[in-house]
């Protein structure tokens, strides 16, 4: 069983903002397979299904951004997955948009949603589908930008980039991430 988990905040007013970019990816997967959200618990919308194969849980936490591990691990625990069955898809400042990049390990970066999945999991080593939102080009604070929209010009990159994640997480369900991640990360 293999778990794709995309960041973001719940709710109208955070759809399609940048820091919701893993949930734009998760969104990408279901419509590619006709799956629905339809699960309720842990504090996450997920979805179990079948593909090549393989079991596939599609999760968005429900908890906002900064409490994301609290959705994670207790659905981890509650099926049994290993950190080497989860990957997990977030925002990042410092890649521009268009670019994603893949990573088996590290630190949080600064992205508190990360922060607490690493607190929760009590460790480093998950899979991880950077997704590259840039930084604001004028004086802007972090939460503001990341909670804005991408612009129009920006979104050719962004919605390349969902589709490139989307593929990465489609390839991962029958290769290893490190193989993955050496077809993807360019």
């Known amino acids: 069983m293999k778990c794709i988990i995309g960041l973001g905040n719940p709710g109208a007013k955070y759809e399609q903002t940048r820091h919701n970019i893993g949930f734009m990816v998760i969104d990408e997967l279901a419509k590619r397979h006709g ?7 842990f504090h996450a919308h997920y979805a179990i299904e079948q593909l090549n194969g393989e079991k596939v849980i ?3 936490p429900m ?13 981890m625990e509650f099926y049994d997955l290993d950190v080497v069955d989860i990957v997990v898809i977030y925002d990042d400042l410092d890649l521009p948009p268009g670019k994603i990049r893949l990573r088996q390990k590290g630190g949080h970066g600064g992205h508190n949603g990360i922060r607490n999945i690493i607190d929760q999991l009590n460790t480093k080593q998950f ?3 950077r997704v590259g939102i840039g930084r604001p080009e ?3 604070p972090v939460p503001n930008y990341v909670l804005g929209k ?4 920006q979104m050719p990159q962004v919605k390349e980039s969902i589709q490139r994640s ?4 489609e390839h991962w369900l ?6 993955v991640m050496n077809d993807f990360n360019s």
Do not use: I, Q
């Open 35 to 41: 799956w629905e959200l339809n699960k309720t618990k």
């Open 58 to 60: 599609l999760v968005k």
């Open 63 to 75: 908890t906002y951004m900064n409490l994301s591990g609290e959705a994670v691990r207790p659905l």
């Open 127 to 129: 899979n991880r589908v």
């Open 138 to 140: 004028t004086p802007m």
């Open 150 to 153: 991408f612009s129009d010009e």
């Open 166 to 169: 989307a593929d990465a997480c």
């Open 174 to 179: 029958h290769k290893s991430f490190l193989e």
